[in-house]
């Protein structure tokens, strides 16, 4: 919506008029305008249009995905460097469906920028091992997997995990 440079101006801003409310004396206007100038840096750190992408992703639209992320014009200047590795991760994961060639570049791009949690970085790891084993390249594939299997600390991944070792094992 916002660049990130104005999203911060504009906390700084209501942060100051919250400061003047509270001088006046108007404590809940303080409070109000304390809180909006919070969801602008919340804003900063979570851009709004990847939040509504994952959500989007949550409930299986792919499409209502793709209309999200396209109305982030130029990531590389309007998102700080995890938005984008979490854009780039999304775009891995729409492309998958129809072009593993432009998805590995998505996904190994996601990879350098740093994703915030590490069953994220397994689910890239674990696509790339998907693409890797699609494209015949069996040690690469075995390598990708296994670290996934380090990170998926939780076990999210592992009906995944071990699935695709399974299918490993006949290339």
């Avoid at 040690?139 to 999210?156: F, W």
């Amino acid at each position: 919506m916002f660049n990130k440079y104005i999203k911060l101006v504009l906390a700084a801003g209501i942060l100051v008029w919250s400061v003047f409310q509270f001088i006046e004396g108007n404590i809940m206007n303080g409070i109000s305008l304390v809180l909006l100038a919070g969801i602008f840096v919340l804003f900063y750190f979570k851009n709004e249009f990847i939040l509504l992408a994952f959500w989007q992703l949550r409930k299986q639209n792919f499409a209502g995905a793709s209309k999200w992320l396209a109305y982030i014009k130029n990531p590389h200047t309007a998102l700080v460097q995890k938005q984008e590795g979490y854009y780039n991760f999304l775009q891995g994961i729409m492309i998958s469906q129809t072009n593993l060639t432009q998805a590995e570049k998505f996904f190994k791009k996601a990879l350098s920028l740093g994703l915030s949690m590490s069953h994220d970085v397994a689910m890239a790891k674990l696509q790339l091992g998907g693409i890797a084993m699609s494209k015949r390249r069996k040690r690469e594939a075995t390598m990708l997997i296994n670290e996934a299997k380090k990170l998926d600390t939780q076990g999210v991944l592992k009906d995944q995990i071990k699935m695709m070792k399974d299918q490993l094992k006949k290339i």
